[in-house]
């Protein structure tokens, strides 16, 4: 990815820090993907809205965006929604994945593509609480401190 490796080149440092974390946005209606009533950080409360979960990178250089995706409530999986996702044009096939999956899933993309060093992740309680997110992570802390 370019955008990954344009980092790693004006902001890479090996004890960087990867960042995992969401943010909502208010909506009216419920015609947006993904929207539904779930806690929205923007206003501090439950609130109709789409969330995005997203992994950033920082370092003493400085600090960026590197990647992000849709967070889709599980109730959008069911099958009263089944006509709602095809007018959105959700894939038939995607499945629903929790907000530390999801940042779990963004974080091993990015070690995947490679470049982009770090030594730290950090995130919220909700990703810290998380089980899948910490047995997910422990072979990539092994990976970034070797490095």
């Keep these: 990815m370019i955008h990954q490796g344009l980092l790693a080149e ?9 960042l995992i ?3 909502g946005v208010v909506k009216q209606g419920a015609h947006s993907v993904g929207v539904a009533p779930q806690y929205c950080g923007a206003v501090g409360k439950v609130a109709n809205s789409q969330i995005g979960v997203h992994l ?3 370092s003493r250089k400085g600090y960026s ?5 849709l967070f889709v ?3 959008w999986f069911a099958a009263t929604h089944a006509a709602h996702r095809k007018a959105c044009g959700l894939p038939a096939d995607l499945a629903y994945q929790s907000k530390p999956v999801i ?9 995947k593509r490679g470049g982009l060093p770090f030594q730290w ?7 810290g609480d998380s089980l899948a997110f910490h047995n ?3 072979p990539f802390e092994q990976i970034a401190l070797s490095r």
């Design 56 to 58: 950033g990178y920082a």
């Design 121 to 127: 992740v950090a995130a919220d309680a909700l990703y």
């Design 21 to 23: 974390d969401e943010s």
């Design 136 to 138: 997910g992570r422990r």
């Design 73 to 75: 409530p599980d109730e």
């Design 103 to 111: 940042g779990l899933t963004l974080l091993q993309a990015t070690m």
């Design 10 to 18: 004006s902001l890479g440092e090996v004890d960087g820090v990867m």
């Design 65 to 69: 965006l590197v990647d992000s995706q």
